[in-house]
């Protein structure tokens, strides 16, 4: 009896396996949903010996359709009934497998659920109750659980393949746009414009069209044919010019919608004779609700056109629509340039009467030039018909009061001009008279149009210019506060280094004067950021681990943004290396950070964080701006009131800020844009108004970085000197006084002097010099003169040139430079090397 029982239950775990086998190896093989669901239904069937299967699928508006099934359904089953058992599981939520007993048969619903969502129920049914027993049961929602992560797998995969289908369509019509905007922008007229237009469409062979088109101008006589591309002359003598609603073209202004013929029909009013089988697809230029033309395209008989094909027509239409807009904009500008000019070279003051109901009695030539009427135009006219609709109430005013008899000051208005432009206007005016009743009144007046224009744009100017020189004096400001920083460190680092050289390393002090050393090193990296800002300070590119910057800057961060708001760091341990400038990169957090958290008046939360990504080309198809390749990602997210898409069009343009006056320069965003640019990297803004601002920065990873490279560097000995003369000449006493000292120290024979003159001096009296060290700046002249002066006595003297502004000097033969500030061992191999060129 136990044998026999031993022998089901292995039979049934057998089954099960087998089951799970055929269930794993569909979740490989499927290539969709069903597929895989009627994989796993026939595998229920076939190996795991159950009579019936089906899976029915719950969509996420909660709509329950029978996806799959496999075998025989048994007798007694209702599949709505069943439909609505899934149904109730979706809706409560329920994720255990559920047993139901109906007419005979013993059925298992197995709720697949991936994450929150229930994907849908898979139904196993069999008869009797002693196919399987409990164990076997309880086991199966382990044994299907991969199902759902396998449809949640599947339906992702085709989503991202649809959406690549979509972008790389959208890509290819952008890219075709900008090749018909670039060839319109490079023509002058507006004939050339339409003319190589058409040629750059007719080249792109993806859209399947006849190599034959055409473009029509809106008239006062209707369509005229304005550019083409393939017709012939029958052609064009049929279709010089088109009535509104005549053939296709006609029929597509006259609508203002597009028009299609997949072949040639009754529709077809002027064919030529020679004229094969073709479509015709015609498209109204439209600027805004005015008709400017048609777009006629010539298709291959019978294509249909599809969504893509449609989209990018429209586009090369509207495209049109612009730069037509743009050519007559310039052509009525060139006209109303004219009319100004004739104006202003024949006419002084503009003259009117009127009676006293507004209607002209008399106007002068000036009056007629300045608006552009004609006397029989003013006939019909009153004085309230040229009045701008600003001016109209303050006119009548001034006009009832003088119908009154009170007296009238000098004021100003506003005329329109026949073709509708407004004239700014100053005068007077004054009653006629006839036997002691007003009869007419009478002004004059000047045209101050252009002076008010210029004196709007005088205040525009200004304004610009006090911002400009403002910015020039903060970045003269930064740099010179850099260069005496400069000074002030080399002193304090060289001295410090000096005196760590006689102090024993277990003593409290040495530890102390390597603060100070570290302190000298951050100041010097503060230094470099001023001369970033003031855009004199060129990039020092070198390995570095992104997590260790971040780490040193988050202190000096959490100072910065105030105690309302709290910095998240979430760092990638094992961080790639790049190759990067630190003080740019220090430079980027710091402004970012600044704009988050002027974005969370209230407080919020900025979060830092640094990733490994590698972009296949795949990837780069849905990512702005990127390439393929490893790289570090940076990316600073705030809690925040959000940008709106116009706002983010702007944010990297200098002087570009949503801030209020006094409180943003508009420099912030554009210098991270530069340094992230000059550091061969792109960045990445996502933001809505309310959901906070996201930046993603994408730096490309160092190719080879040896370990030693990523490490600080020990420095390593420096030769002594030999007795060999080194004349330093530096105007700033603490940095002469420790550089001085320091190649004494180490066997140099060193001779100091604070100006050119001074050096001068002492070289008359040396009768050999092994090395020039000078300032590049100095109070009486430069270091390059100095030297060139030098070696009329000495002609291959070495150089040192330095300097605390990051100016490197022109090359020169056998001329070194050293960046302020510098240490003592930094000093001593620049020394070293330039005595020694020429081994």
Request: proline residues 3%; glycine residues 8%.
């Amino acid at each position: 009896m136990g044998s026999a029982r031993d022998r089901s239950e292995k039979e049934e775990f057998e089954r099960l396996f087998r089951f799970l086998g055929a269930v794993n190896h569909s979740i490989f093989v499927a290539r969709s949903q069903r597929s895989l669901m009627r994989r796993i239904c026939a595998a229920a069937v076939d190996e795991g010996g159950f009579e019936f299967a089906a899976y029915f699928q719950v969509s996420p508006r909660g709509e329950v359709r029978k996806f799959a099934a496999a075998g025989s359904k048994p007798a007694g089953l209702d599949e709505e009934h069943l439909r609505h058992l899934c149904a109730r599981i979706a809706q409560e939520e329920i994720r255990q497998q559920t047993t139901m007993r109906k007419a005979g048969n013993l059925c298992i619903l197995l709720p697949l659920w991936h994450r929150k969502r229930c994907l849908g129920t898979l139904i196993l049914c069999w008869k009797g109750q002693e196919r399987f027993g409990r164990k076997s049961i309880e086991v199966l929602p382990d044994v299907l659980g991969g199902i759902g992560y396998g449809l949640a797998l599947l339906r992702r995969r085709a989503q991202f393949a649809k959406l690549t289908k979509r972008l790389e369509r959208h890509l290819r019509m952008e890219a075709a746009l900008s090749g018909v905007i670039k060839v319109a922008l490079e023509s002058y007229s507006l004939e050339e414009v339409l003319q190589q237009a058409l040629k750059e469409m007719m080249s792109l062979g993806w859209l399947a069209f006849e190599a034959k088109a055409a473009v029509f101008l809106l008239r006062e006589e209707g369509l005229v044919l304005e550019a083409h591309l393939g017709l012939g002359a029958e052609r064009l003598r049929a279709c010089g010019k088109v009535a509104l609603g005549e053939c296709l073209c006609g029929e597509a202004a006259k609508r203002r919608q597009p028009v299609l013929s997949l072949q040639v029909g009754k529709e077809h009013k002027r064919l030529s004779d020679d004229e094969r089988d073709h479509g015709d697809y015609c498209v109204p230029i439209m600027r805004g609700e005015e008709l400017l033309g048609v777009l006629h395209l010539y298709l291959k008989a019978g294509h249909k056109m599809d969504e893509g094909q449609v989209s990018f027509v429209k586009g090369v239409s509207d495209v049109l629509a612009a730069l037509i807009a743009r050519v007559r904009a310039e052509e009525a500008a060139q006209k109303v340039a004219t009319l100004y000019r004739d104006i202003l070279e024949s006419t002084t003051d503009l003259v009117q009467s009127v009676d006293m109901n507004g209607r002209f009695l008399y106007v002068n030539r000036a009056w007629l030039n300045a608006l552009g009427y004609t006397e029989e135009d003013v006939k019909k006219m009153t004085m309230f018909d040229v009045l701008a609709p600003a001016a109209r109430e303050h006119c009548a005013a001034i006009f009832e009061k003088a119908k009154a008899g009170k007296q009238l000051e000098s004021f100003g208005t506003v005329f329109l001009t026949k073709d509708g432009r407004e004239v700014e206007l100053e005068g007077t005016c004054n009653l006629q008279y006839e036997g002691g009743k007003p009869v007419a009144l009478r002004a004059m007046f000047r045209d101050v149009t252009k002076r008010k224009e210029a004196e709007r744009q005088a205040r525009k100017a200004q304004a610009q210019l006090l911002r400009a020189q403002k910015m020039e004096a903060l970045g003269l400001l930064a740099s010179g506060v850099a260069h005496d920083f400069n000074n002030v460190l080399t002193a304090i680092q060289g001295t410090a280094e000096l005196a760590l050289m006689e102090v024993p390393e277990d003593s409290p002090t040495h530890q102390t004067l390597r603060r100070i050393l570290a302190a000298c090193k951050r100041g010097a990296s503060l230094a470099r950021q001023l001369l970033l800002f003031s855009r004199k300070q060129p990039v020092k590119p070198k390995p570095l681990n992104l997590n260790r910057t971040i780490e040193n800057l988050l202190k000096m961060l959490e100072r910065l943004i105030g105690e309302n708001i709290k910095i998240n760091a979430q760092l990638e341990p094992a961080l790639w290396t790049v190759i990067a400038d630190e003080g740019g990169i220090e430079q980027v957090l710091m402004n970012l950070v600044v704009n988050a958290r002027d974005a969370m008046p209230n407080g919020g939360t900025i979060t830092i964080r640094t990733e490994n990504i590698v972009l296949t080309a795949e990837d780069v198809q849905i990512i702005p701006n990127a390439t393929p390749g490893r790289f570090v990602r940076l990316s600073v997210s705030d809690t925040g009131v959000g940008m709106d898409k116009k706002t983010l069009e702007h944010i990297f343009e200098p002087f570009f800020t949503t801030k209020r006056e006094g409180k943003g320069t508009g420099l912030g965003l554009a210098v991270v844009y530069g340094v992230v640019r000059q550091h061969n990297g792109w960045i990445n803004v996502y933001s809505e108004p309310g959901n906070g601002t996201t930046f993603k920065i994408y730096l490309p990873v160092a190719k080879e970085v040896s370990a030693k490279d990523e490490e600080e560097k020990t420095p390593e000995a420096v030769p002594a000197g030999n007795g060999e003369i080194v004349l330093v000449v530096e105007d700033e006493e603490r940095v002469r006084f420790f550089t001085t000292h320091a190649l004494i120290s180490y066997k140099y024979k060193a001779y100091e002097a604070a100006t050119v003159k001074d050096a001068l001096k002492v070289s008359e009296k040396l009768q050999k010099l092994d090395l020039l060290f000078t300032d590049i700046a100095l109070p009486d002249g430069k270091g390059e003169q100095l030297v060139t002066r030098l070696r009329k006595k000495w002609a291959n003297l070495p150089a040192i040139l330095t300097s605390g502004y990051s100016v490197v000097p022109k090359p020169r033969k056998r001329v070194l430079f050293l960046q302020k500030p510098y240490g003592l061992m930094e000093l001593l191999r620049t020394v070293h090397r330039a005595l020694h060129l020429d081994e």
